[in-house]
Structures are given as C-alpha cells and as structure tokens.
C-alpha cells in the first residue's frame, strides 16, 4: 500500500503543477468526494463538497485555472497509516510565503475515494480579500 500512497502523492503534486485536469481526475474513484472551502468560493454554491467525476472535473479545471501565485507547492513529506494521506502546504516556504493547506485523502483500491482540505490563516486571507 506504501507504494500506492508514495504514487498519489507524487501525482497530485505533478497534475497539479502541469494543471491537468485529466490526470488529477485519473487519481479518483468515479463516486469520489472532495471536501474544500474553495468550492464554495470558486463555484457560488453553500454547500463546500463535490462528489464524482462530473462535479469534481468542473471544480478542478476552476482551481487550475485560477491559481494565484501565492499558490505554490512547497511540502516537505507526507504521513501515512496505509489508508490516509495526509501533508501540508506550509505558509513559510523557502522562497517566501504560499498560501497554507493540509491535504487529506482516504486511498482505496489505488484512488482517491475522499479528499479534504483544510485551510490556514494565509490562505484563507487571501480569499478574503478577493484573490481568486
């Protein structure tokens, strides 16, 4: 299973960077749940989830589209029991400040079944104050 966890990790990180919306999808199950205060930002909708590959290829492709560029890829490793995933964008990285996330995702069968993110102070500021 470590093998899976290290291969998601790595391609979240790379669809991400490449915003590639097919390959991010490529790492969900098909009734996936993501879980994001940016749903609700991004989209205009209440409630802040998303759930299969409908929904979540036309939240992903707003994402993509629309990073800020205080929306960098700095982490340093993640933590794992075999089924969880989970690391952090921090907001103090090497070349300045990035807006600040912990990424959360229950792994099965070798995808993506649900997805949270959980937002810091950094990051949320910048919603507030209207960037993207």
Not at 6 to 11: F, L
Not at 41 to 46: T, W
Not at 95 to 115: C, K, N, P
Not at 117 to 131: F, I, N, Q
């Amino acid at each position: 299973m470590t093998a899976e966890i290290e291969r998601i990790y790595q391609a979240w990180d790379e669809a991400l960077g490449a915003k590639d919306v097919d390959a991010a999808l490529a790492l969900y199950a098909p009734d996936a749940v993501l879980e994001s205060p940016l749903i609700r930002h991004h989209l205009g909708v209440d409630e802040g989830v998303r759930r299969g590959h409908g929904q979540l290829r036309e939240f992903l492709q707003v994402v993509f589209d629309r990073q800020p560029p205080q929306r960098k890829r700095f982490r340093t490793g993640y933590f794992t029991d075999g089924r969880t995933l989970i690391w952090e964008y921090p907001r103090s990285a090497p070349d300045g400040d990035q807006m600040d996330f912990a990424e959360v995702m229950e792994i099965a069968d070798g995808l993506i079944q649900r997805h949270r993110v959980y937002w810091g102070w950094y990051g949320l500021r910048l919603l507030e104050a209207g960037r993207r």
